[in-house]
């Protein structure tokens, strides 16, 4: 069943609680390989599934990626349905913001550097769709990617913070065989483009085999992972940064486990991605 009515998804569920452990995949669509990923997991592990596909206006700073981020409902739903998916939740901006506008949740300092540095006001989007997709659906567990690392760290914190009865479960990222991380916005490149996409994987690799080498100067890591970067006008490192993977901030000599996380423009189209070492 895809319904776009909060009412009608709500009375879907209801019948299907007393079957076991609901989970909840959050999406924007456009599935991949990655969301795959995330669905079979769900499947695997719960009695019912529920995938939400939702553009979230609030986590968009900039109207032109809002623009052009792919909608593919119809085929969305066929794969949703293939993976035995029981019931995608698909709203229009006006059911999940009725009024037109909306309190939000101010995700504080672990939003304060990476993406939420260069994208003011996108965790407030995503932490405050993500609180009230977990209130509407209020499942056991919900999948999230590994992908976005500082998504996942926020919403682990937004959950223990707010006592929110539910299980966070992280999956890893699903890549391309050259290391890309497979992202909905990768349609928008071009073919030129993509070929040189690879290279922040190529990059956050390079990092990983410094630390791996026992480099501990975060500083040095950063240096060297970004020499693995191309000279070239379609490129441009937004930021490549080691941070600690619970509060997202940055890391001056590498003791545990650290993330290295990346942002690299190819043309005009973003993309993000991270290690854990
Ligand atoms: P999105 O539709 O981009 O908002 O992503 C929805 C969910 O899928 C998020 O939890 C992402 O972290 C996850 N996801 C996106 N791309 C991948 C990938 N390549 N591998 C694993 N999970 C992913």
């Known amino acids: 069943m895809v319904t776009g009515s909060i009412a009608a998804i709500r009375s879907g569920i209801k019948s299907r609680r007393e079957l076991g452990t609901l989970g909840l995949v959050p999406t924007m669509g456009a ?19 529920v995938v939400s596909i939702f553009i979230n206006p609030l986590q968009f700073d900039r109207r032109e990626d809002l623009e052009k981020y792919p909608r593919t409902l119809p085929t969305d739903a066929e794969l949703c ?3 035995g998916v029981d019931l995608v939740f698909a709203p229009a901006p006006a059911e999940m913001y009725p009024t037109g506008s909306t309190l939000t949740v101010d995700p504080g300092r672990i939003a304060d550097h990476l993406c939420g540095r260069h994208r003011p006001g996108h965790f407030r989007g995503v932490a405050t769709v ?3 997709l977990l209130n ?5 567990r ?7 690392a500082q998504q996942l760290a926020i919403i682990r914190r937004m959950v223990t913070d707010f006592d929110l009865p539910v299980e966070v479960v992280p999956v890893p990222t699903v890549r391309e065989p ?4 497979l992202s909905s916005r990768n349609q ?3 073919p030129v483009e993509r070929s040189l996409a690879g290279a922040l994987y190529r990059a956050l690799c390079e990092a990983r085999r410094q630390i791996e080498a026992g480099v501990c100067d975060s500083a040095e890591v950063e240096k060297a992972a970004t020499l693995q970067i191309p000279v070239d006008p379609l490129l441009r490192l937004e930021y490549l940064q080691v941070v600690d993977p619970d509060e ?3 890391v001056g000599r590498i003791e545990g486990t650290v993330c290295v996380a990346g942002a690299l423009w190819v043309g005009r189209t973003r993309l993000i991605d991270n290690v854990l070492v």
């Open 81 to 83: 349905e293939k993976l």
């Open 31 to 49: 599935l991949h390989a990655g969301h795959a990923r995330l669905i079979e997991q769900a499947r695997q592990e719960c009695q019912t599934v």
């Open 136 to 140: 509407v659906i209020q499942p056991n």
């Open 130 to 132: 993500v609180l009230k």
């Open 178 to 181: 050259d290391g890309l991380a």
């Open 248 to 250: 997202m901030q940055p």
């Open 188 to 190: 928008q490149l071009t």
């Open 142 to 148: 919900a999948y999230f990617g590994q992908k976005d």
